[in-house]
Each structure stands twice: as structure tokens, then as C-alpha cells.
């Protein structure tokens, strides 16, 4: 399993920024995939799941209706677009090969993560 991430960075609070995952070494439509992150000095937070084949998604109450989880299967991508960002969502996002990732107890296969740093 290769997961590698791209697109975080510096964003104002309101901005956006869209995440990406390029997933490898696994057929990638047959799994569930998840958006995790650790803000500085805290513990993994699940953000997002969406199913293999992107019949539903599921987010976590701090960014419901501020990102979307989406997925492109012929790409082997998984993305994370995040609007109207706040300062408390600065942390490191990485990307997971399962669903609830990050959740209490639950343990999945990540990239190396990519910075999102929200700050005026």
C-alpha cells in the first residue's frame, strides 16, 4: 500500500485548499478511503470516509458542510476539498485505506500526511 499526499498548505481563515491522494498497490475501487488529521500537540482525528464506489460519504461534526470527500477511481485519487477553514483546522491530513480511520481503536494503512496551516 502507497498512499502520497499533496496540496496542503498556508490558508487564510475563509480560504480553501484542496487535498489529494495518489493511491497505489491495492485495487483501489474495492476499499473505502478516509481523510484523518492531527492538529500540533493533539491526537489523530478522523475528518471524512467515502465508499469505493462513492455512494456515500460520511464527515465528522467540526467539518460537516465545510469539505467534501470525493474520489476519482480511474485515477487512483482521493481528494479533500475544505472551504471556509478555520484556524482549528491546522493540522497535518493524511490519507487512509479504510473507513473511520482515525476513529477510537481504528487503525488504517496512511501516506506521510501533508501540512494544512490555516493563519491570517
Known amino acids: 500500500v502507497q498512499l502520497v499526499e499533496s496540496g496542503g498548505g498556508l490558508a487564510q481563515p475563509g480560504g480553501s485548499l484542496r487535498l489529494s491522494c495518489t493511491a497505489s498497490?491495492?485495487?483501489?475501487?474495492?476499499?473505502?478511503m478516509s481523510w484523518a488529521r492531527q492538529a500540533p500537540g493533539k491526537g489523530l482525528e478522523w475528518v471524512a470516509s467515502?465508499?469505493?464506489?462513492?455512494?456515500?460519504?460520511y464527515y465528522a461534526d467540526s467539518v460537516k458542510d465545510r469539505f467534501t470527500i470525493s474520489r476519482d477511481n480511474a485515477k487512483n485519487t482521493l481528494y479533500l476539498q475544505m472551504n471556509n477553514l478555520k484556524a482549528e483546522d491546522t493540522a497535518v491530513y493524511y490519507c487512509?485505506?479504510?473507513?473511520?480511520?482515525?476513529?477510537?481503536?481504528?487503525?488504517?494503512?496512511r501516506g506521510q500526511g501533508t501540512q494544512v496551516t490555516v493563519s491570517s
Open positions: 467515502v465508499y469505493g464506489d462513492s455512494s456515500d460519504a
Open positions: 487512509s485505506k479504510g473507513i473511520g480511520c482515525g476513529r477510537p481503536t481504528i487503525t488504517c494503512p
Open positions: 498497490g491495492f485495487d483501489y475501487s474495492d476499499f473505502s
